[in-house]
């Protein structure tokens, strides 16, 4: 089966199960809860699920802390609802894709306790060990102030072992030959029931070099063209979705020269200079971030997204940089997390601007890539920052006024739903806001279905258009003898801008605005005018005179 490349022209709904919908009243999504939600993201335009990770766990980090890879946690259900659901989605059009969390295990793993307790177990070179604990062990942590070290002392197998994340988490070796197999094997496991891909935790730890006598790793790139040969073979339309938070200069390793590694990866480096150009109003670091990340193979893909499960990682940016953001949208210590990040999610950060929001969002859709949404932020979902870490943004869906939000009736969820304050359910849900024809949740169904009617985004060459203000982003497209025009202003007050006809290649004098019927027709001196509101955005079909007759004529 040839690769179709459909992820370039995708919508991704990224959610957790736990946290979606509860069909039987144990505080618990679970499966057949999302299966029952299926129409509701079919009708907001997804065309591809994301699930968290749903396999056996302890539940200590979320469900990253994986006890069984071949099975559905309990609470969730079983792989019979697990199949049921891919089934539902598959008779919508919609793909699924699922995390895959190799860089560690759970300690509560059969492997690891088989690799603890014996040391002639075939396991025990499956996790990484020292006899002493290393010089370098409290350096690399990934959470600082809550994470002390990467190494742990093990009493039973006394021995040192090496975790790159909580010390729950033991890192596999995946360095070893039987531990790529394991991994090639779950893959083959998942696609057999129904999945199109997967989301690949943690990329760069994966395939870094792991030991004691390690002090700088070194990366095994070819491990990740392993992996895409499997899905090949096995389902040729499946891709993998890296997490790999890296410097544009090693994003082709990632990808490959040629496109044969992964098919996709987040596009942090942009993230990162977007939030700082919303913070700032000043898009010349966020155009230096489009420019640095443009290479790529033909057949590779950026996921944009504007928040996630994480925190807002803002290491990349400078410290001055990373201030103005800190003091824009978490001014507050308790808003910021291991000492570079934000753990809130996007509506309480933008202080429920609507116009700000919509900004962002139009965004997303229309930086270079395949935007991913992150489940409730179409309906402008808050975070509650009592709860620990990134908890905060992970509370349970809010359906209706219903209690618990209408995600269960058993009295007490998994995590509390929101229920105080300005993003409280009972007047910020699914029901309020499909009733409302003006709500977010409308307006980003109208804009998603644009967006998919916009192929240039996702297939297309890019070129960012000289604009005197800096809080200006003109984006153009071409694609197949077609061409798109993005305008945003991200400043707080209107702007008037003017630029010739010719610098966005439009012959006919006319932009045909694809959201309203503001269209744009150049003067008598061949320059286009707009005056863009505070926060404002317009989406422009360039030299649309064909389009306006064919219009006319329906």
């Known amino acids: 089966m040839i690769n179709d490349l459909w992820y370039k022209n995708s919508i991704v709904y990224c959610l957790s199960v736990g946290t979606f919908m509860d069909s039987n009243g144990d505080g618990v999504g679970d499966f057949q809860g999302l299966a029952r939600r299926l129409d509701y993201l079919h009708g907001l335009g997804v065309t591809t699920l994301w699930l968290m990770p749903f396999q056996t766990s302890p539940g200590r980090d979320d469900g990253y802390d994986i006890a069984d890879y071949y099975n559905v946690d309990p609470r969730f259900g079983t792989l019979g609802d697990f199949v049921e659901f891919t089934h539902g989605a598959k008779q919508r059009g919609m793909r699924v894709l699922i995390d895959l969390v190799v860089n560690h295990t759970s300690d509560q793993h059969p492997w690891f306790l088989a690799a603890r ?6 396991y025990r070179d499956w996790y990484v060990w020292a006899d002493r604990k290393p010089a370098h062990a409290d350096d690399g942590v990934v959470f600082p102030g809550v994470q002390k070290s990467t190494w742990s002392f093990d009493k039973v197998a006394r021995r040192w072992y090496f975790h790159r994340f909580y010390e729950f988490q033991p890192d596999l070796n995946t360095a070893n030959p039987l531990v790529q197999a394991e991994i090639l094997k779950i893959m083959g496991f998942w696609t057999q029931l129904g999945v199109s891909g997967f989301r690949m935790d943690a990329v760069p730890f994966v395939i870094a070099a792991k030991g004691a006598e390690v002090k700088k790793p070194k990366s095994q790139f070819d491990m990740l063209r392993t992996f895409r040969e499997l899905l090949q073979w096995r389902q040729g339309d499946s891709i993998i979705l890296g997490e790999a938070n890296v410097l544009p200069r090693d994003d082709l390793e990632y990808f490959g020269e040629a496109g044969e590694r992964l098919q996709m990866m987040f596009n942090f480096q942009v993230n990162q200079n977007l939030f700082y150009a919303l913070a700032a109003a000043d898009t010349r670091p966020l155009i230096k971030a489009l420019a640095a990340t443009e290479p790529r193979p033909a057949t590779s893909q950026w996921g944009m997204f504007l928040r996630n499960h994480d925190e807002l990682d803002l290491g990349r940016l400078t410290p001055r940089q990373r201030q103005r953001v800190f003091d824009a949208f978490a001014p ?14 996007l509506a309480p950060m933008l202080h429920g601007d609507r116009p700000r929001l919509e900004l962002a969002y139009s965004l997303m859709l229309t930086l270079p890539g395949t935007p991913v949404l992150r489940y409730g932020d179409e309906i402008g979902m808050g975070d509650d920052l009592s709860l620990p870490e990134r908890n905060c943004a992970r509370t349970p869906m809010q359906w209706s006024d219903e209690p618990h939000g209408g995600f269960t009736t058993a009295a007490r ?5 929101i229920s105080s304050g300005p993003y409280g359910f009972q007047h910020l849900n699914v029901a309020a806001q499909r009733r409302d024809p003006n709500s977010l949740l409308n307006w980003l169904e109208r804009m998603c279905r644009m967006r998919k009617e916009v192929p ?3 297939w297309g060459r890019f070129v960012v258009l000289q604009c005197e203000n800096a809080a200006i982003l003109l984006l153009r497209y071409e694609w197949r003898n077609n061409a798109v025009l993005f305008v945003h202003n991200l400043a707080d007050e209107p702007i008037e801008l003017s630029f010739p006809a010719q610098v966005s290649h439009d012959r006919s004098g006319l932009l045909v605005n694809l959201l309203s019927e503001d269209h744009s027709v150049a003067g008598t001196d061949g320059k286009h005018r707009l005056q863009i509101e505070r926060y404002g955005y317009r989406w422009f079909r360039v030299g649309g005179l064909d389009y306006l007759l064919q219009r006319s004529e329906v």
């Not at 307790?117 to 075939?122: G, I, R, T, V």
């Not at 507050?332 to 999610?345: A, C, F, N, P």
């Not at 969820?413 to 739903?417: A, E, F, H, K, Q």
């Open 117 to 122: 307790a014996n040391a002639e177990s075939k």
């Open 456 to 458: 240039e985004v996702g």
């Open 332 to 345: 507050d210590s308790d808003m910021q997390l291991y000492e570079r990040g934000i753990r809130r999610r």
């Open 413 to 417: 969820p998994v995590l509390p739903v």
